[in-house]
């Protein structure tokens, strides 16, 4: 993604505190390089985290990276349905609303 896609606030916090996001880019780096699992699998898994934890703007960010990671739509949609029995049907349909705002 590059610097004018990233939201207002996140340009924000790179200026101002330019250590911090560059130590928490890295921490998600090593994150993800301690395991088997693939650049879409990651995104997905980070985007229903976000969704449980009712983050709008990380399903917005975690929804996009899926997508140019090869994720399809009906994936995407697919990963936040399945958590309707763990977080219930508002917080999903909440989910999948912020979702569309990336995949409609």
Known sequence: MSEKEMPKHYQVMQSEHPG????????GKTARA???LDEK???LVQ???AAALRLEGAVHSHTRRAL???ASREEVHHTLVVLTSTMGFPSVSAALSWAR???D
């Open 101 to 103: 705002d990336i995949t």
């Open 68 to 70: 140019k990671a090869g």
């Open 41 to 43: 699998t990651v995104e």
């Open 47 to 49: 985007m229903a985290a």
């Open 20 to 27: 911090l996001m560059k130590a928490v880019s890295e921490l």
């Open 34 to 36: 301690e395991g088997p």
